[in-house]
């Protein structure tokens, strides 16, 4: 029997503190529902936070109340045997980690760290506490709400000053457009179904055409503004991959056709044409000062000039220049289809302004038909432009092949491929091992939970003992999303006689929602849905190594903790909420808990994808303590489920329940780090 561990008086304070703001909300979620925040609640948390000037008040006032009366912490007992339960990773102790080595580990570190059993005074274990960063990490935590008006005013206001700034700021410089029409496209390219939308004469469901119709809803686009000669904003030499794009930047606005036009009262002038080459052709001379167009075909008997070709004979007559852009094909490679999502890559150069010399009538080598030649010579003084070095470095593909994509981060893993993306630069997720269920070493005989026995459905809160254990009301409705948050939820368990199908296993059956990791701006990497999330919908678990509290101070990097604590007994946090789960009720205290010892996850090294899950001051999951496969209410799983209704590319987030100023760095000095989340309720600083 390992003695317990007597903590100085400050870590005790600081103790108690983590214990007291461990803090879950009072608010209730269901499909399309959503209220403002309880303001009791807040507004008791803001007090409680204001009325204690010293840990010492809140340490009092807590002890006062009843609350975090377990100041002992206890050495971890390593000398248990690990055991392999349903959804525990199986291979730990092979990996050389077995009791005995660990025994000594723990003595070891214990007496390098100045703990002793029965004697921690020593001033070395605050320097120890210290040492892990944080006294407490991300928790489960609480959400602010806003009802959808708000949310939806909230997005106008947003959309509207996007399209003031963009749309003055376009005039002066298109390519501006153009990087928000790139960037709604690559947005796009990484759905995996391209979304419908309806319109005029657009040809839906093409990744190009959707894109464009969003940009141009964003801006004041207008497709009858046309230039002759140079388009303010563009360069001889710029490349771009899209025709579309050529229509964002006004280069040519027709969307099909190779010629465009300027209509006059004398007839229609071309101002610009797309030419498609031959890329090995090209290759070979690089000489672009005379080049060749085909005009459109006509009838064998035809003679007449219209249309397009017309237009053309019109600039020859007039001297007007014409804007020449060469288009070119290549065929990509099984790699790139899968990121393009295209068999073929289309290369558009601008080469600058021409002057049409001369043209013909040409027979078709089939001799069908005639088509009208061109004959175009670049204005002198312009820039030089070496087609073959554009095309030989592909750098201007990179918009499309931009930093790394990778198919499936858990490499099969999941049920629901979790594919990675990044579009900011080429750097690739960090390495640590995948995994789908706890890893633990400290989950030592877990108390088999009590099964029920039905086999006729387990919604009758009388006869599931599982439902019984949930208060008496089942925690999910008919749709399988959770009801409110609480305390703790009860799953039905491997020792249950209802079948996988049961409506009280939700999170047990793992990831069915399409998620993405990607790389953000200023966040690192995150995680976003890629499609629509009903809120109260579970949508994944903090997989990870379990670690005793002890352990997580050991650990150096404290980027991937998350406490998981047990707040089941603070009454004040539940207040208007259910919470007559009867193995929370006092006097029930299960041997668990007798010893306060708590735990944390780490996926620093092992876990899923929700490491990636980056904090929100207003987020849209909650992390929901819950049990299905073991009893030991200390060490509940955290699952994230959905607090509100998320829309496909959002990202998904958790409130991490850091408290400012009460993070610390190995020399026990406050540590700071600002809150990019970017919402309306950002408090700037994420600790
Ligand atoms: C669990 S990790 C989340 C994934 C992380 N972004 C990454 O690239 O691995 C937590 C870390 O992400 C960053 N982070 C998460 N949310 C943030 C936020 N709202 N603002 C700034 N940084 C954030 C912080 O560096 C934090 O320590």
Redesign the pocket.
Known sequence: MVEPLKISKESSEKEVFRKKRKVLAPWRFQEGYERWPNRNWAQKLGDGRKSHATNQDLLNDILKDGHGANNTMYFECPNKKINNIEGLEPNYVNQGLDGKVQLEENLNSAKDSGYSSGNSTKPQIMSKLYKAVVTWR?QPGFKRHFPEEHKLSLQRKHHYSVQISASCELAANPGLGLNEFRSIYRELLVEEKTPQVSGSGIACGRRDWVAFRKYKERNSYDEAKKFIGEVPGTRIGDVFHLRIELCVVGLHRQYQSSVDFIKREEGNLAISVVSYGDMGELKKKNKIDIVEFSGSSVEASDVTLDGSNLALVRSLETKTPVRFIYGFTRYLTAAEILKVKAKRLNTYIYCGLYTIEKYWRKRSDDGTHYYYVFRLRRVTGQADLNIREILESRKSESFLFPGMYMEDLSFGKEKVPVSVVNFIDSEKP?FFKYITGLRTRVLQDPTPPDGCGCTDGCSDSMKCACVVKNGGELPFNDKGHIVEAKPLVFECGPACKCPPTCVNRVSQHGLKYRLQVFK?K?????VRALQYIPSGSFVCEYVAELISDQEAQRRSND??LFSIGSNYYDEKLWEGLKTSIPALQKGKISKDLEGGETFTLD?SEFGNFS??????CMPNLYAQNLLYDHDNKSMPRIMFFACENIQPMEEL?YH?NYSVDQVHDANGNVKK?????GTEECTGW?Y
């Open positions: 991300f960090p953000t200023k966040m690192g990497w995150g980027e991937y996926t490491r990636f899950i980056n904090h929100s987030s991490y780090l600002k809150c990019f989340c994420l």
